[in-house]
């Protein structure tokens, strides 16, 4: 009885010429068309894209007690950009704190060409490493 029922359904909906699994998957692209209106407020970018963008970088200064110290290494800062390319905020994720101050002035310095999706500029979220080196002399 239950297999007749189906195969009834099955058969009213070709004569309709509509297909039931067409039904979903014209919804599921209504939504994505929906999406495409509306993008992201923010995206995640990868270091290297952020690094693709980077129109003005201004080297950090090195501190005068962490080069004294001879204190040297990363600092990994996240880092959200603005729609107009400007950094907004930025958090230590790791790095001497002898020299995370210094990172983070200068980063707050540069300056990114806008992050494009679909055509709008969105804010981004991203990941940068400022190098510390002594050199030799």
Known sequence: MIAL???AVILVASL?????AAQPQ????????????HPPQ???????????LLLRKVNPKYPKDARKQHIQGT???RV????????????????????????????KQWK??????NGHAVEVDTQLLINFTLSGG
């Open 5 to 7: 029922l189906t195969a």
């Open 16 to 20: 309709a010429g509509t297909s039931l």
């Open 26 to 37: 014209e919804q599921s692209s209504s939504s994505t068309l929906e999406q495409a209106d």
């Open 42 to 52: 923010r995206v995640r970018v990868s270091t290297g894209v952020a690094n693709a």
């Open 75 to 77: 600092v990994s800062l």
């Open 80 to 107: 959200q950009i603005s729609k107009d390319g400007d950094v907004v905020n930025t958090q230590v994720i790791s790095g001497d704190s002898a020299l995370t101050d210094a990172a983070i002035d200068a980063v």
């Open 112 to 117: 990114f060409k806008p992050y494009l999706l």
